[in-house]
């Protein structure tokens, strides 16, 4: 079903209960279900891209809010699965927006309910991983409450750049000490019997080089005359 904002002009694209799409996702939360529907209608709509890659960089985004507070989160394509249900919940929502009954009316309060809760990615075993340290746990179980209950604190995000930034110097330690390791290795035989050959043959061409013994001039004539020295004769 080809989607349609309820409106798009100069002051933005409105989507049906969602609010504006917007470019970017901002705040010190988790993102929410609201979030996530405006940001993919902005790459879908507004800037034309297919549903597949509206979904990619929806994710992309996503994925940098749960870096930041250092939680798991799924495997990608159970990710993928997450943003296209989504998506397809809101079309057959809107679809049917225009009918009455209770029903109708009961599914569109249940899901404008949803649209600020946690748009929640992560692992199943996010809560029980040794690895997540038990603030960020905590954080987790804040998040999936109503409204998403808690902030990420500027220490987290100062730390996930001091993170990257010890992780970039590791790299660069690691790579100095394979080139050092290298300069240290000794010459391979190959090299070895190469680099004598080269020396042994460069000896044996200054020893072939012809003597060419001094030329004295003569005054009267001008010609060049050899010179035979003593030395050139015991030679």
């Known amino acids: 079903m080809r989607f349609k904002p309820d409106y798009h002009g100069r002051k933005g694209t409105a989507l049906w209960l969602v609010g504006v799409a917007v470019s970017d996702i901002y705040g010190s939360k988790l993102p929410s279900n609201r979030q996530v529907l405006s940001f993919f209608f902005y790459n879908h709509f507004v800037q034309q891209k297919t549903v597949s890659e509206s979904v990619h960089l929806t994710l992309a985004k996503i994925f940098t809010f749960w870096g930041k507070a250092r939680l798991p989160c799924s495997d990608k394509s159970v990710c993928v699965k ?86 970039k110097r590791h790299l660069s330690a690691v790579a100095y000490h394979e080139r050092e390791k290298r300069k240290l290795q000794p010459p391979s035989p190959e090299k070895m019997s190469v680099d004598t050959g080269t020396a042994a043959a460069t000896e044996d061409d200054d020893l072939d080089v012809d003597y060419e013994p001094p030329m004295k001039k003569d005054n009267n004539t001008g010609t060049r005359q050899r010179l035979i020295t003593p030395e050139i004769v015991l030679f």
């Open 82 to 167: 997450k943003v296209k249900k989504l998506y397809n919940e809101y079309l057959r929502v809107k679809k049917n927006r225009g009918r009455g009954g209770g029903v109708q009316q009961q599914y569109e309060n249940d899901f404008k309910a949803s649209l600020d809760d946690l748009f929640d990615i992560a692992q199943s075993t996010a809560l029980s991983n040794p690895k997540v340290l038990q603030e960020d746990k905590e954080f987790l179980i804040a998040q999936r409450e109503k409204w998403r209950r808690g902030y990420m604190a500027q220490e987290d995000t100062a730390l996930t750049r001091q993170e990257q930034k010890t992780k």
